[in-house]
C-alpha cells in the first residue's frame, strides 16, 4: 500500500476534534493528499448503520449487537473507501476506528477478546500506520464537553461514569501493548502545546 492510515482516539472532550482539524491542515500543507473520514460511518451505508446505534431510542440494542454494527460499519468503511484511498497513495485520517471497539465495547461492555476477534473479520487485518491516542481522564473530559454550550448527548455519552472509566483503562492498555502504533498524548492541556506533540509523531512517520 502507498498511502498512509492514521487514526484519532480519545473520549468525549478530548480535543479530538479540533487535533483532527490540525492534523488535516499540517498534512496539506506538507503536500499531502488527505482523506477525512470516521467512525462509525464514513460511506452511506456505515452513516445508516451510524444512525441506528447512536439513535438514544435503541435503548434494546444489546453489547454484541451493538460490537457486530460497529464492526458491520467499519467493514463498509474499509473495503469501500479506505483501502481504495490508500491504494491510491493518499493520508486516510480517520476519527476512530478498531480500537475505539477495543475500549468501548471490549472494555466497556465487557465482551472482551471476541471484539478483537470480529474486527480482524471486518478489517482483514486493516490496522492503522499510526494511531493519536488523546489521553484525557474521563471526569476532566466530561467537566470539558459541559463547558460547549448546546451539545447534545448521543446514546453512547449517556452512559454512566462507571462505563467511561473502563472504557478509559482499556485505551490506556492499548496504548501499552501496542509496540507504538499508538502514541499515548497527554491531552489535558492547550490545544497548541497537544498539536506539538501530535506533529512530533506526524514528522517521525513522514520523515519531514
Ligand atoms: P461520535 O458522535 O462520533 O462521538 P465522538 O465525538 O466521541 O467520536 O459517536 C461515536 C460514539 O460511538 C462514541 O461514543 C464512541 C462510540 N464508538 C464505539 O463504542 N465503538 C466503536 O467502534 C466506535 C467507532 C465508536
New binding site residues.
Given amino acids: 500500500m502507498k498511502g498512509y492510515f492514521i487514526s484519532v482516539e480519545g473520549?468525549?472532550g478530548s480535543g479530538?476534534?479540533t487535533q483532527i482539524r490540525n492534523i488535516e491542515a499540517y498534512l496539506r500543507e506538507r503536500g499531502k493528499e488527505v482523506l477525512l473520514t470516521?467512525?462509525?460511518g464514513g460511506t452511506p451505508v456505515a452513516e445508516k448503520i451510524r444512525e441506528l446505534?447512536?439513535d438514544p431510542a435503541n435503548t434494546a440494542l444489546t453489547g454484541r449487537a451493538?460490537m457486530l454494527l460497529?464492526a458491520a460499519s467499519?467493514a463498509q468503511h474499509v473495503e469501500e473507501k479506505i483501502l481504495p484511498a490508500l491504494e491510491a497513495g493518499k493520508v486516510v485520517l480517520s476519527?476512530?476506528?478498531?480500537d475505539?471497539?477495543i475500549a468501548?465495547?471490549a472494555y466497556?461492555r465487557g465482551l472482551g477478546d471476541m471484539v478483537a476477534e470480529v474486527n480482524r473479520i471486518a478489517t482483514g487485518g486493516k490496522a492503522p500506520d499510526l494511531t493519536i491516542f488523546l489521553n484525557i481522564t474521563p471526569a476532566a473530559g466530561i467537566a470539558r464537553k459541559n463547558q460547549q454550550d448546546g451539545h447534545v448527548l448521543?446514546r453512547?455519552?449517556l452512559e454512566q461514569a462507571a462505563f467511561h472509566e473502563k472504557v478509559y483503562a482499556g485505551y490506556l492498555a492499548l496504548a501499552k501493548e501496542s509496540g507504538g502504533r499508538i502514541a499515548d498524548i497527554d491531552a489535558d492541556r492547550p490545544a497548541e502545546e497537544v498539536f506539538v506533540d501530535i506533529r512530533a509523531q506526524l514528522d517521525r512517520l513522514f520523515g519531514f
Fill in positions: 473520549g468525549d479530538k476534534s470516521r467512525e462509525p446505534i447512536l451493538e460497529y467499519r476519527d476512530r476506528f478498531t475505539s471497539s468501548y465495547q466497556g448521543d453512547l455519552e
